[in-house]
């Protein structure tokens, strides 16, 4: 059984166990592209994330290294390249914790995550954002959060058709009387 060792990779880390980033920053250009993964995953484990970051290829490492270190410009870069709803949401999270509601807005749009919608817009008291939010939801079947987000704009024959709609006739009843 063989497999390869690089002695460029073995040299680099060396310098890396020994804190040398300098001698470590002058091998990188000679070690092959496909094998930088494995060294952003080795300074990864030595405690230099930063590093890792700077030399990472794979985006969803490359992600979850940008979250692990809270940088939000960087994690948006990535998600816009490659984009899902579970990132989106990641995201999002990350910017609410972070106080960058207008982001967060954005990310949870995008993951068409309507319940932390719902969340965000009452926190706000953004009215606008909730009639919004209402409007979309009902038109992708989410008729919990549409419901909620008519009711609490006060729009009672928004409600009353998306109870009549889901076949809900007397709930429709109780809330028309």
Not at 75 to 80: D, E, M, Q
Not at 111 to 119: E, G, I, M, S, T
Not at 129 to 151: C, E, P, Y
Request: charged fraction near 25%; aromatic fraction near 8%.
């Amino acid at each position: 059984m063989s497999f390869e060792l690089l002695l460029n990779i073995l040299e680099y880390k060396t310098f890396v166990v020994r804190k040398d980033f300098e001698q470590a920053q002058k091998l990188l250009p000679s070690i092959p592209k496909d094998h930088h993964n494995k060294i952003a995953r080795f300074l990864e484990a030595q405690g230099f994330q930063e590093q890792a970051l700077e030399i990472a290829t794979d985006p969803d490492y490359r992600f979850e290294l940008a979250v692990h270190l809270g940088r939000l410009e960087e994690v948006v870069s990535i998600v816009a390249d490659s984009p899902t709803d579970s990132k989106w949401r990641q995201l999002g999270d990350l910017a609410v914790s972070s106080g960058k509601f207008s982001l967060a807005v954005d990310c949870f749009t995008k993951a068409r995550d309507y319940p932390a919608l719902l969340l965000l817009h009452t926190s706000m008291g953004n009215r606008e954002g909730v009639l919004k939010l209402a409007a979309a939801a009902s038109a992708d079947g989410r008729t919990n959060v549409a419901f909620i987000a008519s009711f609490l704009t006060c729009d009672l024959e928004a409600c009353l058709k998306l109870l009549c709609d889901t076949g809900r006739a007397p709930e429709a009843a109780m809330l028309a009387r």
